[in-house]
């Protein structure tokens, strides 16, 4: 697969460069140059077959040639070792639950794959790799969990002090091993601030091998393509029209739908849902982006107020905003609204929805028609917003066990200061003295 800058300044990359480089050097976004569609034998054999098998079939079409097949089947068997079941919560709506990984959260599949493609990659004698991610919530966990104790590879995680939940935090500070954790006096600004800053400092850089896993990197886009192909798989009713509703933020998930629909997924559109963070919804009314400073809610990964992945949605559909909208509506949703669905999907259904989920529900309830079949995506286990959670549902919440061991364990952590100076020392000071991170 060769990839694209969404600027188009700049030459197509190997899957391979695109892996590490993160950014394209123009500033734009790698995307996917081409995207042919699946055999009308895949295509039509979904119904019922193993998710196992769909995912290799899959990875072996869109990185054919730049991978050998038996380490991709190896990496995609790795990656996805948990289920990802289409649960019908009530007639007419499945829900797709992603949360079933280490750190129960959707973000889990394309980390994983990330990390485990970028080791294939590696060879010996390459320096260590630092990997660094600035978290507001959930990648930090993610990205730690899926490059925990994976040689040649480390991890520091910045997040801001005091602004992440008790066990969005526990699930990366408790690791250990090659998993930094910074704690940083500042905010989530402050930390993605700090990590830019390193990116663009030559010197640091060429001291200490850097790579970034954030989500605009194309390997953790990928491998999300492969779960829509799970969901058709597992329809009730194949002969149904099907509608995806997925609660978004920086909108990378969102994306990925979109590339599975490219690649012959059978659905009849998208329902880009979110909180009031509406930029991706406004863009779709009005044919205007304007992105706004993001507003704290419930959900909030999903508080994105400049979401980077419109530019790879807008470059897959030439920019031409009708063809968009004949794939995709948006629907915006208040916390008020989620609290209470959370509420009523749990009287009506059992069904126990976290925050985000709860957004991707109520954008089906908001635009489905009653022939269609709606799968809204369970992007977080409802345990990792327990809080929010138990103010509305009296029901106990089932704590999965990665999250009772995670809440037990011990915390390791630096704080530090938002300056860069600091964090630059820290960062050589690792390099030269491995010992000087907790290990
Ligand atoms: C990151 C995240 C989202 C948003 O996903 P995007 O791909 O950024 O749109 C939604 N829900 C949860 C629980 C998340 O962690």
Not at 172 to 189: K, M, P, Y
Not at 197 to 223: E, H, Y
Not at 229 to 252: E, H, K, T, W, Y
Request: with cysteine.
């Amino acid at each position: 697969m060769r990839c694209l800058s969404t600027r188009g300044g700049c030459p197509s990359a190997s899957l391979q460069e695109a892996l590490f480089t993160g950014l394209a050097p123009d500033g734009g976004l790698y995307t996917p140059e081409r995207l042919d569609p699946m055999s009308p034998g895949f295509l039509n054999d979904l119904p019922g077959r193993d998710p196992g098998e769909i995912a290799r079939d899959l990875a072996q079409h869109l990185l054919a040639g730049e991978v050998d097949p038996d380490a991709l089947a190896d990496i995609v068997r790795d990656s996805l070792d948990f289920p990802i079941p289409l649960v019908e919560i009530e007639d007419g709506i499945g829900c797709l639950e992603l949360f079933h990984g280490p750190t129960l959260a959707f973000k889990d599949v394309g980390a994983r794959f990330m990390a485990r493609l970028m080791s294939h990659y590696r060879r010996p004698s390459d320096p260590e790799l630092t990997i660094l991610v600035a978290t507001s919530g959930d990648t930090g966990a993610a990205v730690a969990h899926a490059f925990l104790s994976r040689e040649g590879f480390r991890v520091v995680v910045l997040f801001p002090h005091g602004q992440v939940s008790e066990a969005q935090q526990k699930l990366f500070t408790t690791l250990g091993d090659n998993i930094v954790s910074l704690e940083i006096d500042g905010s989530f600004d402050d930390c993605q601030r700090l990590v830019k800053r390193a990116f663009q400092d030559s010197d640091l850089r060429a001291q200490c091998a850097l790579a970034s896993a954030n989500s605009i990197n194309v390997g953790r886009l990928l491998p999300q393509i492969f779960y829509y192909f799970f969901a058709v798989s597992q329809l009730p009713d194949p002969a149904r029209p099907v509608v995806f509703s997925i609660p978004s933020g920086n909108f990378g998930n969102l994306t990925a739908g979109l590339f599975a629909k490219r690649l012959g997924l059978g659905c009849r559109r998208f329902i880009a849902a979110t909180n009031v963070n509406d930029a991706v919804p406004r863009y779709l009314e009005s044919g205007v982006f304007e992105p706004k400073p993001s507003v704290q809610t419930l959900a909030n990964a999903m508080d994105v107020g400049h979401p980077s992945n419109l530019s790879r949605i807008r470059h897959l559909y030439g920019d031409d905003i009708e063809a968009l909208r004949a794939d995709l509506v948006g629907s915006r949703h208040e916390d008020e609204e989620v609290l209470a669905t959370i509420h009523d999907v749990e009287q009506r259904t059992g069904a126990i929805l976290d925050p985000h989920s709860a957004i991707g529900y109520l954008g089906l309830k908001a635009n489905l028609m009653p022939e269609e079949y709606g799968i809204f995506l369970a992007t977080a286990h409802p345990a990792k917003f327990a809080e929010t959670v138990h103010s509305v549902v009296s029901a106990p919440i089932e704590s999965p066990k990665a999250l009772t061991t995670a809440m037990s364990g011990e915390e390791k952590l630096q704080a530090m200061s938002a300056d860069y100076g600091e964090f630059r020392e820290y960062l050589v000071g690792a390099v030269a003295d491995p010992d000087r991170s907790p290990r």
